[in-house]
């Protein structure tokens, strides 16, 4: 029994020295935004001595991240957004309505799933080009959105296949017509799944860089991910300001994973548990 | 697989002439009323989705195949038949992509055993588990181009990490400048990274593990190697697939971030992976035709790999 609690012990030390090696790179990033460049170059382990907000303020106007991060605000609100309505629908319209062709539109969604961008980016892109979508704000919302759709659509449908029929059935003898189930149960019932996988979509969106580099080439649609590339080659010599920049592409992430922690644990082990 | 949930859903009879007299009366006057509408609804709710999957996911995959066999450039359009996969396959930069697939490969039992590891000791009660199972998981919520940034900082050669290094007398290495080591520090990085993706699968395995069973395997006195060996690896021989998969998948088509910004395909073209490659013929040299070979044959190396991944461990876990 001793033996045993001791043992425990020798595992946490190696496991406590491996998160505050998943930890530091972020705070040493948060430290080198908050030095001069002096300090930096002198010493970039030391803590600085304040909280200087010169670099952040260089980085959001001089550097141009506040355009940036306007633009990726713009995409994944847009992306989210048509995610979780068509997503939400067609989830509905797979878990609880019987119509022909649905068993083939089921696989023909889960194939989907397993297309990785890498694939089908080259044709896509061209279709995009073709229909003067390249380089707009609906052309990259769309591509997410077609991005993400088939992972959305099944965990919306396996959320909603949950929702016993009794209830729609219910509905339905109330008066409601396919419309007024899906408005009136199925939204408000689906709503702690469309939150998970909200989230899940938005940090997806917000993390991209593919996508955004080849679908949005000019420098004023640049999405914040694509501008902090950028920035590394701008401020290569002024290493506080690019920190600065990505800080504040890391912040926006760092608070929806404090607030929604164990929602997009749950979303993404969905699914990989079942038999 | 989980299409096993729905079958039963899909397959249900419609219930009807559940509702009393009266209820039935008025759904049937409403139904004929707006009778088209209402039969059509499950096709109204489903087409705008169907319409973006296929526009934009299945019919590029066909029509990239079909462009695969055409020319570039002065070719535009003609039919060039396997013209672009010879090119393909006497280009080092893409051999060099596909040995360095080859390296993903080998080195994926170590990705796959670390978040493993870690989440055995978490299910164990380790001291502090809630806190290690929420610290671990924060990177794999993170952007590639923020960790790649951050570990640009960290790894330059003059950067702390080196510095550190020189403290204990260990020499500096070159992690991003030397083309032997590049790759792998490409690929510690993204196990950094993504480590604690797994681990929360790992951790939900371990939910549906039978807690009888480590109680019986432990008052009969099995030590910890042995718990892991007989109890947990059978226990869990499903989430260990699904996280062999889906890290493979992860390596292929997520580590572009990363190769993008920390070390663009260098030094000497040894960090290409199919996916850079794929990117640098579309958007760099505009090739397009070319490109999609590239991907073509990345899709058929997926597929190769994960298909035989499955029948590998398929066949391992019966032999147990």
Sequence with gaps: MRGARISRWLIAVPMALLALATIYPLVFTGNAAMKTRRDYILDRFAF????????IATAWTTAGTARYFANSVIVVAGAVAMLLLLGSMAGFALSHLR?????????????????PFQVIMVPLVRTMADTGLVDTYPGLILAYTAQYLPFTIYLMASYYSAIPTEITDAARIDGNTTYGVYRRIMLPMGRPALLSVGVLNALFCWNDVLIALLMMPS???????????????????????????????AVPVLAVYLFFQRRIADAVTAGSTKG | MP??????????????GRADGTATASRRRRQTGGLSAERLSPFVLIAPAVLVIVLFRLWPLLLGVNFSFTGDG?????????????????????????????WLVL???????????????????????????????FPAVLSPVIVGSIFNLLLSFDGPVNSLLEVVGLGPVDWLGDSDVALFTVLGVHIWATFGMALVVFLSGFATLDPALLDAARSDGATLPQ????????????????????????????????IYVMTSGGPGGSTY????????????????????AASTVLFLVMLVVGLAQVSFLRRTGKED
């Excluded at chain 1, 304040?50 to 670099?55: K, V």
């Design chain 1, 48 to 55: 600085a001595d304040t909280l200087r907000w010169d670099n």
């Design chain 1, 99 to 115: 119509f022909r062709g649905s068993r083939a539109l089921f696989l023909g969604c889960l194939a989907a799933l397993f297309v």
């Design chain 1, 219 to 249: 420098a004023e649609h640049r999405t914040l991910m694509v501008g902090v590339t950028s920035l590394r080659g701008q401020y290569s010599a002024d290493i506080p300001t690019f920190a600065s920049g990505v800080l504040i592409a």
């Design chain 2, 3 to 16: 299409l096993g949930d729905f079958t039963p859903l899909l397959a249900r009879p419609a219930r009807a």
């Design chain 2, 74 to 102: 002065e070719r535009n359009g003609a039919a060039v038949g396997l013209d672009n996969y010879a090119e393909l396959f006497a280009d080092p930069l893409f051999l060099g992509a596909l040995r360095n697939v080859g």
């Design chain 2, 107 to 137: 080195l994926l039992p170590v990705a796959v055993a670390i978040p493993g590891t870690l989440a055995t000791f978490i299910y164990l009660r380790v001291p502090g588990h809630r806190f290690y199972r929420s610290v671990y998981f």
């Design chain 2, 227 to 258: 718990v892991i060996r007989h109890v947990i690896i059978p226990g869990l021989s499903r989430t260990i697939q699904f996280v062999f998969v889906t890290t493979m998948i992860g390596m292929l088509t997520s580590m572009f971030g990363l």
């Design chain 2, 273 to 292: 992976l199919p996916e850079y490659y794929i990117w640098i013929q579309q958007g760099q040299m505009n090739r397009p035709a070319f490109a999609s």
